[in-house]
């Protein structure tokens, strides 16, 4: 009885995760103009890190299980030298990310640690939006 118990609750929980990801592609996108990114800068830490950090408004009216952004590292003339991908909500853990979604009006702080960074960089950044997971 137990085992059969066992086996209903797993497919009930894989149907549940089923129903996350119906939601299509272009729904998605369509999504994107609602994530808004602010207050980006990059600095240092008091143990020499460079990060860049900033902050995640769900401007929409659904939660947020995932996104992912993209940080662009310009030079003084806010040419492109290197791009970093980067998941600040995950619906995975993944290390210096949340894996709570962010609900709708909720505002995130995100940090990025910023690795072998090039000579070039002036640190100045800037950050979009790639896609999301509702």
């Known amino acids: 009885m137990q085992k059969i118990l066992h ?11 089923q129903c996350r990801s119906t939601v299509s592609a272009e729904d998605s996108q369509a999504y994107l103009p609602q994530i808004e990114v602010s207050e980006v800068s990059a600095f240092e830490t008091v143990t020499g890190n460079i990060r860049v950090g900033g902050e995640i ?5 659904r939660p947020l299980r995932g996104l992912r952004v993209k940080i662009h ?3 003084d003339s806010n040419q492109l ?23 709708p009006g909720e505002a995130r702080k995100f940090s990025y640690r910023v690795d ?15 896609e999301c997971e509702l």
Do not use: C, H, Q, Y
């Open 73 to 75: 590292l310009l030079d």
């Open 57 to 61: 408004t769900n401007r929409g009216d």
């Open 116 to 130: 072998n960074a090039p000579e070039e960089w002036s640190r100045k950044v800037r950050v979009e939006v790639l």
């Open 7 to 17: 086996l209903a609750l797993m497919a009930s929980l894989a149907g549940s995760l």
């Open 81 to 103: 030298i290197e791009e970093r991908d980067f998941k600040p909500v995950s619906s995975s853990w993944i290390p210096f990310t949340s894996d709570d979604p962010l609900e």
